[in-house]
Structure formats: structure tokens, C-alpha cells
């Protein structure tokens, strides 16, 4: 069973660790287990990759003790715009 709307514990939860997808699963006896999976923008940072637990309350007491996320760094070999240079080259069909 998933809820579509999530309970007030758990949106607070994804609030508090945006870095973290969480969700409520339930086995076949119904007994819930939360689980928080790390997005894959901080999977190089040393952070846990899979923290469960039986409660929203006690996962949110574990990230709590886990260490923070640190901010996030640009990749210096991503170039995110052009170089004017280039750009100016396309725009004159490539002619210097």
C-alpha cells in the first residue's frame, strides 16, 4: 500500500533531507519499514546510500546523526555556457 498523500512525519522528513528520497513501504503483513535512498547527485560525498528504519521518527533520528552533506561543487570539466569566443564563431558561420 502506498499513500498518495504523504503524513505530515514524512513530508516533514523529505523536507528537512532534500538530498534523500524517502518512502513508507509495507510488507505483506503490513508492517511499515522506511527507507531513505541517497539521490545520485550526492552518492560521492560519503554519505549513506540506503538508511532504513521502523519508523519516520527513528530515520529522521538517524540522518540526524549522520553526517551533513556538503554543498554541492562544479565540475570543472563541464563547461555550462560557451566561451565568447566560440560563441562568436557560430555566429558568424565560423569565420574568425
Same mark, same amino acid.
Given at each position: 500500500?502506498?499513500?498518495? &498523500?504523504?503524513?505530515?512525519?514524512?513530508?516533514?522528513?523529505? @523536507?528537512?533531507?532534500?538530498?534523500?528520497? &524517502? %518512502?513508507?513501504?509495507?510488507? @505483506?503483513?503490513? &508492517?511499515? @519499514? =522506511? /527507507?531513505?535512498? #541517497? *539521490?545520485?547527485?550526492?552518492? $560521492? /560525498?560519503?554519505?549513506?546510500?540506503?538508511? %532504513?528504519?521502523?519508523? =519516520?521518527?527513528?530515520?529522521? +533520528?538517524? #540522518? +540526524?546523526?549522520?553526517? *551533513?552533506?556538503?554543498?554541492?561543487?562544479?565540475?570543472? $570539466?563541464?563547461?555550462?555556457?560557451? #566561451?565568447?569566443?566560440?560563441?562568436? +564563431? +557560430?555566429?558568424?558561420?565560423?569565420?574568425?
Amino acid at each position: 500500500m502506498y499513500h498518495v &498523500i504523504p503524513s505530515e512525519p514524512l513530508r516533514l522528513a523529505r @523536507e528537512e533531507f532534500p538530498h534523500y528520497e &524517502i %518512502c513508507v513501504l509495507h510488507d @505483506e503483513a503490513g &508492517i511499515p @519499514e =522506511v /527507507t531513505a535512498v #541517497l *539521490k545520485p547527485a550526492y552518492q $560521492d /560525498t560519503g554519505m549513506a546510500v540506503l538508511v %532504513c528504519a521502523s519508523s =519516520v521518527a527513528e530515520l529522521v +533520528r538517524l #540522518l +540526524r546523526a549522520a553526517p *551533513k552533506a556538503p554543498l554541492p561543487r562544479r565540475d570543472p $570539466d563541464r563547461r555550462y555556457w560557451p #566561451l565568447p569566443r566560440q560563441r562568436d +564563431r +557560430r555566429d558568424r558561420g565560423g569565420q574568425c
